[in-house]
């Protein structure tokens, strides 16, 4: 059974950072077509993509909030994809997702080509 499962999230003031971690099962990362999203959504929202990582690793793409302060990288090994958030900002608050792009090896933003999503976790920025 194909599974993501993030951790990581928690309470940080503004200015922190915090790593996500996407743990994968069921598949290997190490295949082909296996590019991941992080994606967010807070209250009242909806979802935004906010970086993802092709299946070689050498492709990523953030969104323009986040440019500068996270970062994206996998470690097939340990079949596990990490966002390195820092700097963070009150309006980084929301539920955080990873998922699975497996039709192709690049990176996309767009949720909908993603098949298989985690449960989320929740990311607070507050002081």
């Known amino acids: 059974q194909l599974q993501l499962v993030e951790s990581g999230g928690g309470l940080v003031q503004p200015g922190g950072s915090l790593r996500l971690s996407c743990a994968a099962s069921g598949f290997n990362l190490e295949e082909e077509y296996r590019a991941i999203g992080w994606f967010r959504q807070a209250p009242g929202k909806e979802r935004e993509g906010v970086a993802c990582i092709s299946s070689s690793g050498r492709g990523t793409d953030f969104v323009d909030s986040v440019k500068g302060r996270f970062t994206i990288s996998r470690d097939n090994a340990k079949n596990t994809v990490y966002l390195q958030m820092d700097s963070l900002k009150p309006e980084d608050t929301a539920v955080y997702y990873c998922?699975?792009?497996?039709?192709?090896?690049?990176?996309?933003?767009?949720?909908?080509?993603?098949?298989?999503w985690g449960q989320g976790t929740q990311v607070t920025v507050s002081s």
């Open positions: 998922a699975a792009d497996l039709n192709v090896p690049m990176c996309r933003m767009n949720s909908a080509s993603y098949d298989y």
